[in-house]
């Protein structure tokens, strides 16, 4: 008997993932609060832009009161803002031993399993740029690779057989380090609010020796936190974390932004940006924030990190312009 499927969120990432299981013959219901998006998946089915090939599913979609029934597997595919709201939808419909799975930026799988316990938890962790062009339809330019894991470390039978239904429709690997594997990816994501202080890229806003120590010393203090906390790094494509500890050189570190600034091009811009730009809130509170938050309870400075982000709420809250002096104001805060 197949699983039963709950996605709660239906954009980019939930969008994604969920369209090719739904393609697949999947047993899959999904929930959303956006009225004109549900409006259009109804009426038009949901399109998925992916780089193999567009297409266009017919799906079950439901608002939050709608939902019947209980699922064998409930995916958290909100912004990390709505994941209490998300649980509290999902859980009067998760079977008994159902598992719960975080597809999600930060640090959330915690928050589940405190929910359902260790074994009935899955960390995602996803590679893949993704974002909602408009109602209905979501894309990617990215084929992706997803990472999924119980924060204690083992492999379930669960766990396998969520590996294998994925992996049918992506390239999908069972992690026993999966908090390492979020951590990485938070580095990054906690980066995007670095990029997001002007309305430009980082190949045009971090081009000096200054600019440059500066962004090695904010990656230095996520990982210090990081290694506090037990996290165990793992290699992005686009740097290797551990290389910004402070424990390594200047040059060392240096080096490390050196060498990922060479993929940086002029025309890139962050989506924290995009979405400040859109008025739509963002995941600061529960990424950056979280880091300078962990930090100070483990009794460490975190001058970057929190001035990045008090610039940051400046920006959301339109008591302050995007520009180049908000780096300014960063290198200086570094010095």
């Known amino acids: 008997m ?3 499927i709950i996605v709660i969120g239906t954009g980019p990432i939930g969008g994604i993932i969920g369209g090719r299981l739904a393609r697949a013959g999947a047993d899959i219901t999904f929930v959303d609060i ?5 409006s259009a998946i109804r ?3 949901l399109q998925v832009d992916v780089p193999d090939g567009p297409f266009n599913v ?3 979609i439901v608002y939050p009161n709608e939902i019947e029934g209980k699922f064998d597997i409930g995916g958290i595919a909100v912004r990390s803002n709505y994941t209490p709201d998300a649980l509290n939808t999902v859980m009067p419909h998760l079977a008994n031993d159902g598992l719960l799975v975080s597809m999600q930026n930060g640090i959330n799988p915690p928050l ?5 316990g260790a074994d009935r938890t899955v960390g995602m962790a996803i590679r893949m740029g993704c974002r909602k062009v408009g109602p209905g339809h979501v894309q990617t330019d990215i084929k992706g690779h997803l990472y999924l894991g119980h924060l204690h470390g083992k492999t379930t039978p669960r766990l396998e057989e969520l590996r294998k239904t994925l992996d049918a429709v992506m390239e999908t690997e069972i992690s026993d380090n999966i908090l390492g594997v979020l ?3 938070l580095t990054y994501t906690c980066l995007g609010y670095y990029g997001s202080l002007a309305d430009a890229s980082l190949a045009t806003t971090c081009t000096t020796e200054a600019d440059r120590r500066t962004m090695a010393d904010f990656f230095a203090e996520i990982v210090a936190v990081g290694e506090s906390l037990g996290v165990r790094w793992i290699k992005l494509a686009e740097y290797y974390p551990a290389d910004f500890h402070p424990r390594n050189s200047v040059e060392t570190r240096l080096a490390a932004v050196n060498g990922f600034a060479k993929t940086w091009k002029p025309e890139d811009r962050k989506g924290p940006l995009r979405y400040v730009q859109k008025k739509i809130r963002t995941e600061v509170d529960f990424t950056l924030a979280y880091v300078v938050n962990e930090g100070k309870k483990l009794g460490m400075p975190m001058p970057l990190c929190g001035k990045l ?7 959301e809250a339109g008591k302050r312009q995007f520009g180049q002096k908000n780096y300014d104001e960063l290198v200086a805060t570094g010095r």
């Open 112 to 116: 589940l399993q405190d929910k359902v």
């Open 58 to 60: 017919k799906v079950k």
């Open 43 to 45: 009426e038009r089915g």
């Open 183 to 185: 951590w990485s990816k």
């Open 2 to 4: 197949s699983n039963r």
């Open 34 to 38: 956006d009225q004109e998006h549900v």
């Open 309 to 315: 982000l008090e610039i940051f709420r400046e920006l």
